[in-house]
């Protein structure tokens, strides 16, 4: 609604007005919900990306490191949306005449059938919707915190606090960053499970509650354990094999490696799970070798 008011189509006494503006009993509110705006982003072919599932309603990805989700200011091509339509994966929606963008979502347009995203220079599973009743199945889902999402990471340090519970939003300064260390916010929940402990580094796992944007990668930030390779939360680190890993990635050591959810057309409980990237096991071998010395 706000949106449409921005557009103008919502009219008081038969005059666009502004979201601010104060009724009174007996004005007259006029709505002409504008048409579905189809999707702007264009097919792309070679863009490379692994699909785990699909089906009339939806697909499952495996997101290499390195690929953006959606096409964006920065990023107007090369992403995975380019490559789903290049694959046909939005097809059906277009020949049966579904709206491929949330009319919702200011940025719909460029984001057909996303309801959830990792980083750019996190790899691993997501789920895209092929049609707008999957689109709203997923989310209503994703809002009530039942999908199952679990990450593995290498963090730098021993990582000790294991239960995130805190406040969140974006840092009140550097707006590429998001924080925990505010007087409010909104709450952002993340259990961690150590699986390695190397001395310099830890191998962890981690299951997200909420799904916040950066919310893994600040959670163990902000608790002086930043991932390994994240130049936007933790400094290239002194120790030489972990600068030297940090290189070799070129991105976060950080993995999407479950994803649950519950069908959004048949009900059935599905569940998939992605193998660490070569680049993430080698990281790992060179940490044991480490610690076995």
């Known amino acids: 609604m706000q949106r449409w008011i921005g557009l103008g189509v919502v009219r008081v006494n038969g005059t666009a007005r502004k979201p601010s503006e104060q009724l009174r009993a007996g004005d007259r509110v006029e709505v002409v919900r504008p048409p579905p705006v189809e999707t702007q982003a264009r097919a792309e ?11 009339d309603a939806l697909v499952v990805v495996n997101k290499p490191a390195g690929l953006v989700v959606h096409p964006a200011r920065s990023h107007p091509g090369g992403t995975l949306v380019n490559g789903l339509l290049a694959r046909g994966y939005f097809d059906l ?12 979502d200011a940025e719909g347009h460029v984001r ?24 709203e199945g997923l989310k209503a889902q994703l809002m009530a915190h039942t999908v199952l999402r ?20 974006r840092h009140p300064t550097d707006r590429l960053r998001f924080t925990t260390r505010l ?51 933790g400094p290239l680190p002194r120790h030489p094999l972990l ?21 959004p057309t048949t009900g059935d409980a599905l569940r998939f799970e992605a193998p660490l990237p070569v680049e993430f096991e080698a990281a790992l071998v060179r940490l044991r070798a480490l610690a076995g010395d």
Do not use: M, N
């Open 150 to 169: 679990e990450y593995d990471a290498i963090a730098i340090g021993d990582v000790r606090v294991l239960e995130h519970d805190t406040l969140y939003g």
């Open 93 to 104: 929606a277009r020949e049966t005449g579904a709206p491929l963008a949330d009319p919702r």
């Open 112 to 135: 057909p059938g996303i309801v959830h995203r990792i980083d750019r220079g996190t790899s691993g599973l997501l789920v895209v919707a092929r049609t707008a009743a999957a689109r």
């Open 45 to 55: 072919e070679g863009i490379a990306f692994e699909v785990v599932y699909a089906d």
């Open 243 to 263: 600068a030297g890993l940090t290189r070799q990635l070129g991105h976060q050591a950080l993995h999407a490696r479950l994803l649950g959810f519950t069908h």
């Open 183 to 233: 007087p409010e916010g909104k709450r952002a929940i993340t259990r961690v499970e150590v699986v390695t402990r190397f001395g310099v580094a830890t191998h962890v796992r981690c299951r997200l509650r909420t799904g916040r944007t950066h919310q893994i990668r600040v959670h163990l930030a902000d608790t002086g354990t930043p991932i390994l390779g994240d130049a936007l939360y």
